[in-house]
Every structure is written in structure tokens, then in C-alpha cells.
């Protein structure tokens, strides 16, 4: 799969098949992610992988899901499989720097398209009780939890498509397809100059 097919194939997963997902795959993932580019060439992320099944529960409920769906948070048996909780090592980022944002951008970026590559789904959560999960995974001060990735085998089919009179809001049809509107390119692309 070349890597436009991918970014065009990504999209967020919030149902999966309840198979784990081999270490080795998980490995590469992480690997895409560390090769993104970074601002100063700092390298401040971590990358926290946790795909023990007696922690997945304790780490599922530090998380919030997809307030615009009814069905949005994943039940049993639909649970990810594997979470990788990027961190920011403030030994390395100092007091004073703001561009981990930026970093972790591309290196969530990569891992996801990294992940569809490898037949996964992944879902970013932003929505995350950084304090709870620092706790359930004993993380360190050193770090700030930044954001988590969800991965797993999707258990459902989410599509994009273009948005319909201004909506961007997602929904689910009758057959349980997600449908994600997403801005036509002809609305959010300006050449040369704004019009």
C-alpha cells in the first residue's frame, strides 16, 4: 500500500476485534513514530506501549470516547487491544519549550498510518484523565502525558466522505458504518492566493 492509500484508508477506529496484536508489529509502529520529524531534532517523545490484558480495563477507563455518538465508547468485547500513551520527557524539553505539540503531531501521524499498513485501526484520544493513568501505569514526573493512541483489528467500517452543506459532524448509518464528513478540498485549498 503506497502512503496516499493509506492516509486516504485511516480513519478513527472506536470498535476491534478482541486479537492482540503481535510485539513485533507494535515495535514497527513505534519505530514510524520515532522517525517523524521533530523540532530542533530533540526527540523529547516517548512512547508508553501497553497491551497487557490486566492493564487494558484499568487504562480504558481513563478515557473518554466520541461525544457525538450514541454508541461511541466502546463496549466489551470491542475494547482496544493495545494503547501507546505518548509522553514528553521534560529532561530533555526543559521548562521553556512549547513545540512538543508539533512533534507529537508527526509521529502520531506516522504511527497511524503505520498502523493501517499493518491491517489496524487506531483511534487519537485527547480526552484522557492524564492524572488517573499516570497513576494506573506509575509514570513518572519526568514525563507529561500528552495524548494516547487506541490500536487494535477493526471490528467496524468507518468512511470519509465530503461534507454536505457545512456538517462535519459524524454519524453512524443503519448498517453501523461510520460516516466522517470531512471538508471538500475545493473549500480548504487556496492556490497561489485566498479567494
Known sequence: MNVYDAILQRRAIRKYKQ??????????????????????????????????PKLLDDVFACTRWAAQLSD???KDGERPTAYVVLLV???IVGSDYKGY??????????????AVGEGLGSCWIGSVDRERLRAVLQI???YIVHTMISLGYPAEKSVAED???????????ASGTLHVPKRPLDEVMFLNELS
Open 101 to 114: 505539540d508539533i512533534d507529537a503531531g508527526a509521529a502520531g501521524a506516522n504511527l497511524m498510518l503505520a
Open 163 to 173: 461534507a454536505v452543506d457545512g456538517s462535519v459532524r459524524y454519524y453512524r448509518d
Open 72 to 74: 461511541g465508547t466502546p
Open 89 to 91: 520527557d521534560k529532561e
Open 140 to 142: 513518572p514526573d519526568r
Open 19 to 52: 486479537r492482540p496484536i503481535p510485539e513485533e508489529t507494535l515495535r514497527k509502529l513505534v519505530n514510524a513514530a520515532r522517525l517523524a520529524p521533530q523540532a530542533r531534532n530533540l526527540q523529547p517523545l516517548k512512547y508508553l506501549v501497553v497491551n497487557d
